[in-house]
């Protein structure tokens, strides 16, 4: 005698095998172009941590002036090529305990930081836009943030050879994504670079010494471009106070004097990467305060 299943484990059942077809991430208050599987998740992660060892290949080499492609990677100590199976993001530098494996030189840390900070905000970019050519765009130019903001810290420079191609690369972005305007883009770019300029300006003035280079100004016009006109200002203020609280805090433990200088090139990219994932939240937030 079959037995005969009840309207209670009935749904159940439904509600289980449901459960198994969502999405297993999501960013809820996004489009439904923000939810993916978990396989997909773990597909863009490994595309960002190889992404991520070509941008070290970018932060080793930009500043010398060497080629990108030419010679293959190498140890940083005794310059023998790492072999493919050393060369893992991430994994190598683990399993080799941060050594190279023919010189048992040490390996910087910054190289897997590097690789997982890219693989994180390429998954936080597919999360919050969705897979199509604006994400592709965002992504490039997450890549030029990172390789400028490790550069910056390491060489207090920021390379023109990657952010004079990303101005153009944002402007024509929005002439085929509509997402900042083509309008809105250029003014991002105008806003950003003379924003930078003038505050250089005064700032030299009042101080007697630089204090912002041409690097910062072309920067924040990358910034503009791809990301408009008001999450530009949201990003300077935001690099502003981030960078005046780090200083303070610096030099009240003694770790700086009021002399030295920090790069700003990092807090530039951290407040763009800020305004790209919250900018509209934080800026209504701001318009609610004042009503």
Same mark, same amino acid.
């Given at each position: 005698?079959?037995?005969?299943?009840?309207?209670?484990?009935?749904?159940?059942?439904?509600? +289980?095998?449901? +459960?198994?077809?969502?999405?297993?991430?999501?960013?809820?208050?996004?489009?439904?172009?923000?939810?993916?599987?978990?396989?997909?998740?773990?597909?863009?992660?490994?595309?960002? #941590?190889?992404?991520?060892?070509?941008?070290?290949?970018?932060?080793?080499?930009?500043?010398?002036?060497?080629?990108?492609?030419?010679?293959?990677?190498?140890?940083?100590?005794?310059?023998?090529?790492?072999?493919?199976?050393? /060369?893992?993001?991430?994994?190598?530098?683990?399993?080799?305990?941060?050594?190279?494996?023919?010189?048992?030189?040490?390996?910087?840390?910054?190289?897997?930081?590097?690789?997982?900070?890219?693989?994180?905000?390429?998954?936080?970019?597919?999360?919050?836009?969705?897979?199509?050519?604006?994400?592709?765009?965002?992504?490039?130019?997450?890549?030029?943030?990172?390789?400028?903001?490790?550069?910056?810290?390491?060489?207090?420079?920021?390379?023109?050879?990657?952010?004079?191609?990303?101005? #153009?690369?944002?402007?024509?972005?929005?002439?085929?994504?509509?997402?900042?305007?083509?309008?809105?883009?250029?003014?991002?770019?105008?806003?950003? +670079?003379?924003?930078?300029?003038?505050?250089?300006?005064?700032?030299?003035? +009042?101080?007697?010494?630089?204090? &912002?280079?041409?690097?910062?100004? /072309?920067?924040?016009? &990358?910034?503009?471009?791809?990301?408009?006109?008001?999450?530009?200002?949201?990003?300077?203020?935001?690099?502003?106070?981030?960078?005046?609280?780090?200083?303070?805090?610096?030099?009240?433990?003694?770790?700086?004097?009021?002399?030295?200088?920090?790069?700003?090139?990092?807090?530039?990219?951290?407040?763009?990467?800020?305004?790209?994932?919250?900018?509209?939240?934080?800026?209504?937030?701001?318009?609610?305060?004042?009503?």
């Amino acid at each position: 005698m079959p037995f005969k299943r009840s309207n209670g484990s009935k749904r159940a059942h439904q509600r +289980a095998c449901r +459960a198994c077809d969502e999405p297993v991430l999501s960013l809820s208050k996004y489009p439904v172009e923000s939810v993916m599987h978990a396989e997909e998740a773990i597909f863009i992660v490994l595309a960002g #941590l190889v992404v991520g060892s070509f941008l070290n290949v970018c932060i080793h080499r930009l500043p010398k002036g060497e080629s990108l492609v030419r010679p293959a990677s190498r140890c940083p100590v005794c310059s023998v090529p790492i072999r493919w199976y050393d /060369n893992i993001p991430v994994l190598s530098f683990l399993l080799l305990g941060g050594r190279c494996r023919g010189c048992g030189g040490r390996i910087s840390w910054l190289y897997p930081a590097v690789e997982a900070l890219t693989g994180m905000l390429f998954l936080l970019t597919m999360l919050r836009f969705g897979l199509g050519v604006r994400s592709i765009f965002l992504l490039i130019f997450i890549c030029g943030l990172v390789v400028v903001t490790f550069i910056d810290l390491d060489h207090q420079i920021i390379p023109h050879a990657v952010t004079l191609p990303g101005i #153009l690369l944002g402007l024509i972005a929005s002439f085929i994504t509509g997402d900042p305007s083509p309008r809105d883009a250029a003014a991002g770019a105008l806003v950003g +670079a003379g924003l930078v300029y003038l505050v250089a300006v005064y700032a030299e003035v +009042a101080f007697q010494r630089e204090s &912002m280079g041409g690097g910062d100004i /072309n920067l924040l016009a &990358m910034i503009g471009a791809f990301l408009g006109w008001r999450q530009v200002l949201l990003s300077f203020f935001l690099a502003v106070g981030a960078g005046a609280c780090l200083s303070l805090l610096l030099i009240a433990t003694g770790v700086l004097s009021r002399k030295d200088r920090i790069p700003f090139g990092p807090f530039l990219a951290l407040g763009a990467v800020v305004a790209l994932f919250g900018g509209d939240d934080l800026i209504n937030w701001y318009w609610q305060l004042l009503r």
